[in-house]
Structure formats: C-alpha cells, structure tokens
C-alpha cells in the first residue's frame, strides 16, 4: 500500500484524464496544491466583489420598479429588474462549467476536491434572487485562498463572509441590551443560527460538550456581525451585546465591541481538541469512505492538535499514511463527481453549449442541472447548512442509480464529436487491470453508447 | 417473502440472465394483497399555501377590505361554493368534482405550530405529526408511523415519488421510493450487461435490481401520463407542467396495484409578492395531479382519499407587494370517492382584527392532523388509540368530522 499514480487521480483528485499524467508523489500533490493557482487562472470564477455589483444593480432597479408602483414605465423597469436576476441565474450554471472545466484539465486535482470538500462544509445557499447564486463567488473569494493555512483563517473566512452572514441570518440578530435594540420592535433580539452552526458543524462537532448556554454566549458574542445593502461585511458596534461573553468556559469580548473579539474566539474553536477530532474524521471520511482507518484519522488529528490546525500538515499526514493507499476502492462519488469525472475522462469541451443564452441554459438545464437534481443532488442546492450526505448509501438509490445510467447514455453522445471505442475507455476510465466483467460488458455491448455506459455505471468508476 | 429475499432472488435472476419481467416469482400478481382495500394520497404543499385565497371567505364582512388587490367571490372571478366561500378560479377543472361531491375542504386549520413561521420547522412538524418541534422531530413521518402499526408490511404497499426524501414516510417501515421521471431506456442486453457489472457490489446490484423492476412494471409511470390529445379529455391546464402528471400517473398505476398509500409534493406555494400570478400556477400543479389521479384510477377513484395539506396559512391582510406574509390558519383540501366532498368544513372565527391570532393570521380552529387521523380511521378502520398515541401522538381527534363518510 503505497503511493500510486492512477490511485491519487481516482481517490484524492478528479479522476482518470486521458492526457494528464497524475503526480509523481505525495510532495508533489502537495507543490502543486500550494502553487500557482493556475487552472483558476484558465477557467475564472467570478469573485465576490465583481458579485457585489449585482447585489448593488438588484437592489436598484428592484427599488426603482416598486417606485414606479402603476407609472407607465412600471413594466419596462420590472423587464430591467428581471434581467438583473435573470443574468445572475444565467452565471451560476456558467461557473458550474467553469467548475467542470477545472475538475476536467487540472494537474491539481486534490485542489478541486478540497475546495469541493470546503465549499460543502461551509454551505451557503444564499437567500434573495440573487444572493442565491452566490456560493461560487464566496468560495472563489474566502474558501480556496485559504485552504492550506491554519483552520482558524479558513474558519473566519467561511463563518464571517456576507453569504453564511446572510443564509444564517446573522445580519439580524442584535444584542438583548444593545443600544440599537431601544429602536426596534420588542420582539427584535438574538438569533442563535449562525452560533449554533459554528459550534456544531464548523468546529466542535454535535456530539462535542459544549452547552446551550455556550451557543447563546457566541450568539451574544457575533452580534454586530452584519451585512450592508451592498451586500459588503459590516460590524455593527450598536448592534452588538454589552460586555463579555464566555464560551467553553474562556472569556471574550468587552466594550466596545469589535470584530477582533469574534476572530478570538474563532481561532480558539479552530485549535480545540473536539476540532481537531471532528474535522480529521470528517475529512479522511470525505477521502477515504465512510469507515476510514482509525490509524489515518489519529495521525491527522495528532497533527491538527501538533501544528495548531495547519492544514497543508493535515493533508500531509494523510496522504502519507500508507493505509490511505489501499488499492480497493470504497467510497462512492457523489453525482457532481461522477458526471465530473466522466467529462474529465472524455476530455469534452469545457464549454459545450454554443448558441442563443437562451437555448444554452436550457441544454445545461437538460443535461446537468436535471439530471443532477434528479441523482439526488440539485446544484448548490443541499437541504440546510450540513451540506451534502458523506454516506455512501444516501447516493446508491434505484432512481439515483437509474439516472446515472440514463445520463451515461444520453450526454455523452451529444457532448463529443464521436464517442470512443469502449474497448479503450475501459482503461481510460479505470485504470489498469479493469475487472473482467466490464471488460466483458463493453466488448459485448450493442452500441457504442451503451458500451461507454457500462463503464460509467459499473460500481469500479462509481466507488474511488 | 422478505425484503431482503425478494431482493436477493430478483439480482440473482437478473444475474443468470432471466429478464425480472418473465419471471413468475417477480410479477406483483403472486404477490398478496395489501391488508386494506382502500387508498391514500398525501400531498405535501410547500411554501405555506394561501387558504383565503384558494378558499375565499368572500361571505366574511372584513375580507374584502383585508385584500383591496386579491379579490375573492364574485369580484375576484371566484367560483361560488355555498354562498359563503368561493373558489379560486385556477380550480376551475376541479368544480366537477366538487358537485359530484368528491371534493371538500377544511377551513380555518393549521398544525400545532406556531409563532416562529418557518418553512423549513412548520414543514418538518406537519410531517413529522407530533405536537412539537424535539430532538425526535425528523427521524420519522406520521405515516411511516402509522405503516409500523400493521403487520405484515411489504415495501410496496406505500410509495414515496419524487427525487427528495419525503420525510412524512420516512422510518422504520420499508416503504419503496422511485421518480417516474426516470427515462432509463436500456436493450435486454445492455440491461444483463448493467447486472453483470454490479453483480459483485451488493449495494449497486440491490439498487439497480430494483431500478429494474421500476422501469418493468408501466415503465416507470411514463406510459400512463395523459399528454398532448389526451390533455383536453382530462380537463388538464395548458399552462400545467410534465412532471406533476408523471408524478400523479404514477401514483395512479401503483395504488391501482398493490400500493395502497402514495405521497408526494407540490412547491411553489410561498406567494409573498404578486400573487395573482405566483398563486395559480401552484394550484395549476394541483388540479392536474386531482385530475391525473381521478383518471387514473378508475373506478378505484371511489375508493380513494386524497389529503393535501401545507405547513401553515398566510396572513389575513395582504401586504405591500400584492403578496401575503407567512400566518398561521389556513385550509387543507380533501378529494376523492372516499370522503363526503360538496362542503367546505369549518368552524369559522371570522376575519375582524379581535379574532386573528396575533391580531394578523386566521385563528386555527382545528387541528389538520385530527383531520388526516380521520380520514385514516375511516379508511383503514385504524384505532383511535393507535392515532392519538403512535402516529399523531397527543392528538385529541375530536368528534368525526362531517367531510368523513
């Protein structure tokens, strides 16, 4: 069990490629994890301030349509107005390419995946016509520059950034006795949301000791915590509950509030020994499967606890454990990594879709965004800030399963000039010594298509 | 036979060759019946759907002035019920069935939620069916709850349809769990060939077996949606969508075999700006899926109820977008043979500001749970106890209301 090529592509970056050679070594994953950021350089991703500008542009013509209420011009600034958030829709499912694009031609894959494994841990489904598009650009801005520091950066980049502010709806939660608060109606107060998360998903862990009573504490501690109508991050100090708090027993705050007192107290949570435990396991399980090795996981959460959260150590430690290399292939792709690392394997067009806006988003619709809604997994689109289910069977679902097969069928023939010969995509998808019953299956096959399925459905693809 | 055997001997055939459709042991006809004869539908309505609106108290001496822009009754195009309510006329299609009497609503009900209005709780309690919000809420449905209390339970005797988890029939009771929009053509040979390549890993093989056996039996719903010619003999929308008819026709095929119990949801309810346009596409989605289900069935329609119900009503007063806010009261809407329609059940408290709660939404009444509870003890002849203590614990059911055959 060691270090393999083929094995870091498959488990740790986004598959097989037909023209990229994997990385020669653990040190170089690691090199070219923390070097130039160069696949995000050919398939950019909107950033949060370019974003920011069409919160800015949506709150104007939005304002502008209700003034003008029953004017004449009142239908010709709701088309304005729709056309803002029409574009916004429009660039969420072109970043979806853009994504694809980058999981397709990377040499950088573990990259991609831990920005994938980043993005989902802190979730953001942004809430408004167009804040709801902005989980790409608040990982582009906050999440993949950060991602190979201490967790205690990542960390305050992930809670404090305007989308969780909004999607938690920490930009309305104000301090009991705040100054701001004597304005307000009486039923205006504290809302526990964001704190609650912090504690049980981003850091600690639910099954972690810490009480009610710390998650009102940190609730009080990230009042002032807010976002402006420009959509831009804001400390309130009005907003903000008096004096100090306590959290797991240490003392933060005092007046006058500060932003700093909430990266205190995020920066202790980032280095907690529940942390350290939490986020180790979370991540060999994203890795390696639902049951990783116990020796995999302690040697990370030794070095968690030893480097106080450096993440670039934490990798490290991981991939270089021998029993992260054992060649049998568990864990199950979810449905973005599956259709990912089949286009990876075509080398299709980043781009496919060629033609009026109108009729590009609607082929994107029909062939990714559906199908990855009815696999189980709507883009960006997870039920609560816990993101998407790491266990392997909340993906193995019959009409999971049948979906995945129909997609194997149908995309690819209309993504590709010509599909290859399914004799030669089995170890280009696979690898070397494919099972025998795939390799039976696509000589067998009636067509090519059916062929080039096979492979794609067959569990030696799906599991990694 | 068991799950766990049926499944194995289905991918084992599979494996050898034999198409699940040939096979004797497979074909649902050998299979028992169901322990009842009736059928259930529960429809999920998600986003908190409007109930004055869709039920307009247009006779109520505040409702007009309470929504200057979303009129009711006559004033609104509102189709008179019984001289007290009118109908939303996006319901239009379903006013047969109201003068057949196999339509009926309940007014003035919610869930024992309150206060907080959030989609995301008020959805979780009306699935979950308990009193409250508690660390249990979520880990089963009320009727998953009410399926563990007959013996003899088989996966397919209750269907959850459509790509989410439904949690209303999620628990300990197998329940089967497919989306008809499924499209998975396959020859015979690209099928054995799929089986070969899962044979070895038990998890896709079980799945896909039963994927297969979906798309065997009426493939997957997909021959049974009324489209195109077929849409004006239904009395169907031509502003309705596929997927709700595939869903429902779905349904239909399954309870017309050995289902006896389908569930499924409808979004778009959540009209907080320009309802006007926002409310009838939803009810859109609703008619068809009553007039794809009736289809459906056949004569089994007389023997069916169909509950749909949402997670709380909206405020009584429209706001400032043309729109209503998240409020409380609201109204569930009955359908089929198996209940006694042509009335709009309420014990109604009137829309002057004293008698809103919080002086904002209409008062609840009555519970939509002592409804569901029974509409099931009429159907499945289920004991009050087992209603008020295993699937709506806490629940006083109440005397049995007048919609109830």
């Given at each position: 069990m060691a270090f393999d090529p083929k094995l870091a592509e498959i488990r740790f970056g986004t598959g097989l490629a037909r023209r990229i050679l994997g990385p020669d070594s653990v040190d170089q994953m690691l090199e070219r994890l923390t070097g130039p950021d160069l696949i995000a350089r050919d398939y950019p991703i909107e950033t949060f301030p370019a974003f920011q500008k069409r919160i800015i542009e949506a709150r104007e013509t939005g304002k502008a349509y209700r003034q003008a209420k029953n004017a004449a011009n009142a239908p010709e600034l709701a088309k304005i107005h729709d056309r803002v958030k029409q574009d916004a829709r429009r660039a969420q499912s072109y970043w979806m390419l853009q994504v694809l694009g980058r999981r397709s031609y990377t040499q950088d894959g573990f990259r991609e995946r831990l920005i994938a494994f980043w993005t989902d841990h802190f979730t953001v489904i942004g809430k408004g016509a167009v804040m709801r598009r902005v989980a790409q650009p608040v990982a582009e801005t906050f999440l993949r520059p950060n991602m190979t520091g201490h967790y205690a950066d990542l960390l305050i980049a992930g809670v404090t950034n305007p989308g969780m502010v909004n999607y938690l709806d920490q930009q309305f939660s104000v301090g009991p006795n705040a100054p701001a608060r004597a304005k307000m109606p009486p039923a205006r107060g504290l809302n526990e949301n964001l704190a609650r998360e912090v504690l049980e998903l981003h850091t600690l862990g639910v099954d972690a000791p810490y009480t009610q009573k710390d998650v009102r504490e940190l609730a009080e501690l990230l009042t002032g915590l807010g976002i402006d109508a420009d959509g831009a991050q804001v400390f309130r100090e009005n907003w903000a509950e008096p004096g100090s708090e306590m959290v797991l027993s240490q003392t933060y705050g005092g007046d006058p509030a500060r932003m700093d007192h909430i990266r205190s107290v995020l920066t202790d949570l980032a280095v907690h020994p529940a942390t350290a435990r939490h986020l180790s396991r979370k991540l060999a399980v994203h890795f390696l499967g639902d049951r990783p090795d116990p020796a995999v996981v302690e040697a990370m959460e030794r070095t968690w606890r030893d480097t106080r959260g450096h993440l670039l150590s934490v990798y490290r430690a991981m991939l270089t454990?021998?029993?992260?290399?054992?060649?049998e292939r568990v864990n199950v792709k979810p449905p973005f990594d599956f259709i990912s690392s089949a286009l990876r394997v075509f080398a299709a067009d980043p781009k496919p879709f060629k033609g009026k806006p109108n009729d590009v988003e609607q082929r994107i619709r029909k062939h990714f965004l559906n199908p990855l809604q009815r696999m189980g997994q709507p883009w960006e689109l997870p039920i609560g800030p816990d993101g998407w289910p790491e266990q392997d069977d909340a993906w193995v679902t019959p009409q999971g399963l049948a979906t995945r097969m129909e997609w194997a069928l149908e995309t690819p023939q209309v993504l590709l000039k010509g599909l290859p010969d399914p004799r030669e995509f089995v170890e280009m998808a696979l690898g070397p010594n494919p099972p025998e019953s795939v390799r039976f299956a696509a000589k067998a096959a009636e067509s090519r298509a059916e062929g080039i399925a096979l492979v794609l459905i067959s569990p030696a693809f799906q599991r990694r | 036979m068991t799950d766990w055997t049926r499944r194995k001997l289905l991918t084992r055939s599979l494996a050898l060759g034999c198409s699940a459709a040939a096979s004797p042991l497979l074909t649902p006809i050998s299979l028992a019946a169901g322990p009842w004869d009736n059928r259930l539908v529960v429809i999920i309505l998600r986003g908190a759907m409007d109930g004055l609106d869709v039920v307009q108290p247009y006779g109520d001496p505040a409702y007009a002035a309470a929504r200057p822009n979303l009129k009711g009754g006559e004033a609104g195009g509102g189709l008179d019920l019984d001289g007290y309510f009118s109908l939303h006329p996006a319901l239009e299609a379903l006013m047969p069935m109201w003068r057949a009497g196999e339509l009926g609503f309940a007014h003035a009900v919610s869930t024992p939620y309150r206060d907080k209005r959030s989609h995301f709780d008020g959805q979780d309690l009306l699935e979950a069916g308990t009193p409250d919000l508690g660390p249990a809420t979520g880990r089963d449905g009320w009727l998953n709850r009410m399926l563990q209390t007959v013996p003899g339970m088989r996966p397919d005797l209750a269907y959850a349809i459509g790509h989410e988890n439904l949690l209303i029939l999620t628990g300990q009771a197998p329940v089967a769990n497919w989306s008809p929009d499924v499209r998975l053509k396959l020859s015979p040979q690209g099928r054995r060939l799929a089986e070969l390549v899962m044979h070895d890993d038990p998890a896709f093989a079980d799945a896909f077996a039963e994927a297969a056996q979906q798309l065997d039996s009426g493939d997957g719903g997909m021959m049974a949606v009324p489209t195109g010619t077929d849409m004006d003999m239904a009395g169907l929308s031509k502003k309705g969508t596929e997927g709700i008819r595939q869903v429902a026709a779905f349904a239909g095929e399954k309870l017309l075999g050995d289902t006896r119990i389908a569930s499924f949801s409808i979004g778009g309810?959540?009209?907080?700006?320009f309802q006007p346009g926002a409310l009838p596409r939803a009810l859109t989605q609703l008619s068809d899926a009553l007039l794809v289900l009736k289809s459906t069935l056949g004569d089994t329609w007389g023997k069916t109820a169909v509950v749909a119900m949402t997670e709380f009503g909206r405020t009584v007063r429209e706001n400032g977008t043309r729109g209503t806010d998240h409020g409380t009261g609201g109204a569930m809407l009955l359908a089929g043979g198996a209940i006694r329609g042509g009335q709009v059940a309420r014990d109604w408290p009137g829309l002057s500001e004293a008698a809103l709660y919080q002086r904002r939404d209409l008062m609840?009444?009555?519970?939509?749970r002592a409804y569901a509870g029974w509409v099931m003890r009429g159907l499945f002849g289920l004991d009050a106890s087992v209603l008020e203590r295993t699937v709506f614990p806490g629940l006083d059911l109440g005397p049995r209301p007048s919609l109830i055959l």
């Open positions: 454990h021998p029993n992260a290399w054992t060649p | 309810w959540d009209t907080h700006r609840p009444t009555r519970d939509v």
